[in-house]
């Protein structure tokens, strides 16, 4: 077995480990609480229980997007860094205020609610690092990790919880938590990545970030990857988070559980994760991503019916070990399908879309089933959440995931213009325009080629694109894009053009005649004329100026 065979091998990388085993003392304090949380309210109903994970997960629906392009502008080390020092600030906030006799139902979800938006902002520059410590064909394996990670201390965390609960009381879990960010602390700050990020090279800047969110924004609409997995991640999540934000209620009302049967319960769970982490390579080489989706949206719902219908403390305790191995396959699957096509310089930003989509359908779904099993009952709640996953497998057979080799390290293969006046960073909008000659016989390959060349151009800039067909001389085509600015285009260049664009490009040009003309036009700006105001028209200027090359 070579080592990107197993399941464990990205262990083997030092700075993986350290970080895995130091987010993994972090994720136990954190579910430690949540177990604290939780049963604080469980006497306050269904609901209210379930807001705790509504109020973690919210904030992702605000912040997740700005995060995304803060990661991918600032030093993500330092961000990871900042953020995990203010979450242990508010984690020992909420303790002294237990210890204290003054943390009321609101206040917790309030405190709660700020540890969320600590994790919103710490999410994409922790998941667009991962990338980076291990090799390409160890990065299912390491998103596989993990989850593990996250569902082992699920498995651990709810135990120790329910002891502190049952034996010291409710404060102790806020307090454990306080101090599980000091690990993470001290391997971020011994941390010295390599930086990733290129400095600006002559005739670009740094993006702005209303530019940078929007630069993303266009990414994401034009990689039909990523919106696929956006798309399946919105058909799972949410269904399945009914098992996450009622399992509290289950184990008390229908298997009569205290805080520690709660914690062994999870435990089920965390053992399932362990399991389905081995498992994932080679559930992945013999079914693909859309088998494993498929497997992981069957087994989880049928947990889900099985912890709906059965009040036997044992047949519980085999849903979830199955639910546990489910989860980390689906999530897995997804996570890894997402990383391995996205290039540096906008991996937080998608990041940050699929984790909107994710953590935000685990917020509103815990608040969706809470709310059904107040008005109704768990069972029937836990019952139509399985169903909505079922519906959701044999969507797979249209819209499955798209599982293609993609090339997202960054290629220079895009010529240099050949510039006479060199443009200013902010000069713009910028005029691409491309002019083929295309045999006669070859002109729908060509076509069908340019449809693949669109959506890249798209990806790294464009803001309009078109190919355009010469009336007067049917085998001459002009395609024409435009940027927003000069500097936009540079990053074109240097920075946003990956083997996969170059690889659409050069099955287009490989059925030209002769090498393309490429030009570049910067609009000219309009000069008032005296003793009258400005106003910009339509085009903002005159007219473009045209540079060959």
């Known amino acids: 077995m070579t080592s990107s065979d197993s399941a464990w091998s990205p262990l083997r990388v030092r700075v993986f480990r350290d970080l895995w085993l130091a987010q993994f003392g972090s994720n136990i304090g954190s579910w430690i609480q949540t177990v604290g949380a939780q049963w604080l309210l469980v006497g306050h109903g269904a609901a209210q229980v379930a807001l705790v994970q509504v109020a973690a997960g919210l904030p992702v629906l605000f912040l997740a997007l700005p995060a995304g392009v803060l990661a991918d502008l600032v030093d993500r080390r330092r961000l990871l860094l900042v953020m995990q020092g203010a979450m242990a600030l508010v984690a020992a906030v909420l303790a002294g205020l237990s210890f204290a006799g003054l943390l009321g139902s609101w206040t917790l979800l309030a405190l709660t609610f700020l540890l969320g938006c600590?994790?919103?902002l710490n999410g994409p520059?922790?998941?667009?690092?991962?990338?980076?410590?291990?090799?390409?064909?160890?990065?299912?394996?390491a998103s596989a990790l993990g989850a593990v990670n996250q569902n082992l201390a699920r498995a651990i965390g709810p135990a120790l919880g329910g002891a502190l609960v049952a034996f010291l009381g409710v404060s102790w879990t806020f307090a454990v938590n306080a101090v599980s960010f000091l690990g993470i602390l001290v391997v971020l700050a011994s941390w010295r990545p390599r930086g990733e990020a290129r400095p600006p090279r002559p005739g670009q800047e740094r993006e702005h970030m209303l530019a940078a969110?929007?630069?993303?924004?266009?990414?994401?609409?034009?990689?039909?990857?990523?919106?696929?997995?956006?798309?399946?991640?919105?058909?799972?999540?949410?269904?399945?988070?009914?098992?996450?934000?009622?399992?509290?209620?289950t184990a008390q009302q229908s298997l009569g559980l205290g805080a520690a049967g709660y914690g062994l319960l999870l435990g089920a769970v965390g053992l399932g994760a362990v399991g389905g982490a081995a498992a994932l390579p080679a559930v992945s080489r013999r079914i693909g991503g859309n088998g494993a989706l498929a497997l992981a949206g069957t087994v989880f719902a049928g947990a889900l019916l099985v912890l709906a219908e059965v009040a036997?403390?044992?047949?519980?305790?085999?849903?979830?070990?199955?639910?546990?191995?489910?989860?980390?396959?689906?999530?897995?699957?997804?996570?890894?399908?997402l990383q391995l096509g996205l290039p540096t310089w906008v991996r937080a930003r998608a990041?940050?879309?699929?984790?909107?989509?994710?953590?935000?359908?685990?917020?509103?779904?815990?608040?969706?089933?809470?709310?059904?099993?107040?008005?109704?009952?768990?069972?029937?709640?836990?019952?139509?959440?399985?169903?909505?996953?079922?519906?959701?497998?044999?969507?797979l057979r249209r819209l499955p995931l798209l599982?293609?080799?993609?090339?997202?390290?960054?290629?220079?293969?895009?010529?240099?213009?050949?510039?006479?006046?060199?443009?200013?960073?902010?000069?713009?909008?910028?005029?691409v325009t491309v002019t083929y000659q295309v045999r006669a016989d070859r002109v729908p390959a060509f076509v069908a080629a340019m449809s693949r060349?669109?959506?890249?151009?798209?990806?790294?800039?464009?803001?309009?694109?078109?190919?355009?067909?010469?009336?007067?001389?049917?085998?001459?085509?002009?395609e024409a894009f435009t940027v927003t600015s000069w500097s936009e285009h540079s990053a074109q260049h240097h920075g946003r053009y990956t083997g996969m664009d170059h690889t659409f490009e050069t099955r287009a040009r490989e059925l030209l005649e002769q090498e393309p003309v490429v030009t570049h036009a910067v609009m000219v700006e309009q000069e008032p004329e005296a003793g009258r105001s400005r106003r910009p028209d339509v085009g903002g200027g005159t007219g473009p100026v045209a540079v060959p090359s």
């Not at 998941?127 to 390409?136: D, N, T």
């Not at 979830?320 to 897995?332: C, F, M, N």
């Not at 997202?408 to 005029?431: C, F, N």
């Open 118 to 120: 600590g994790n919103a």
């Open 125 to 141: 520059a922790w998941q667009a690092v991962q990338p980076s410590l291990v090799a390409r064909d160890e990065l299912r394996q």
């Open 213 to 249: 969110l929007r630069a993303g924004g266009r990414y994401v609409r034009s990689a039909p990857r990523v919106r696929r997995i956006l798309l399946r991640s919105a058909l799972f999540v949410p269904s399945a988070a009914a098992l996450w934000a009622l399992l509290p209620v």
């Open 312 to 337: 036997s403390i044992a047949a519980a305790f085999i849903a979830l070990v199955l639910a546990g191995a489910a989860w980390i396959i689906g999530l897995s699957t997804l996570n890894a399908g």
């Open 351 to 395: 990041v940050a879309f699929y984790l909107l989509v994710f953590q935000g359908g685990n917020a509103l779904g815990s608040l969706l089933w809470g709310q059904v099993a107040q008005r109704s009952t768990v069972s029937v709640a836990m019952v139509l959440a399985a169903l909505l996953l079922l519906v959701g497998v044999p969507s």
């Open 403 to 431: 599982d293609g080799q993609a090339d997202p390290t960054l290629s220079e293969a895009w010529p240099e213009p050949r510039l006479i006046v060199e443009p200013r960073p902010q000069d713009g909008p910028v005029l």
């Open 453 to 478: 060349v669109e959506p890249s151009r798209r990806r790294t800039g464009a803001v309009t694109w078109g190919l355009y067909r010469d009336v007067e001389r049917p085998d001459r085509f002009v």
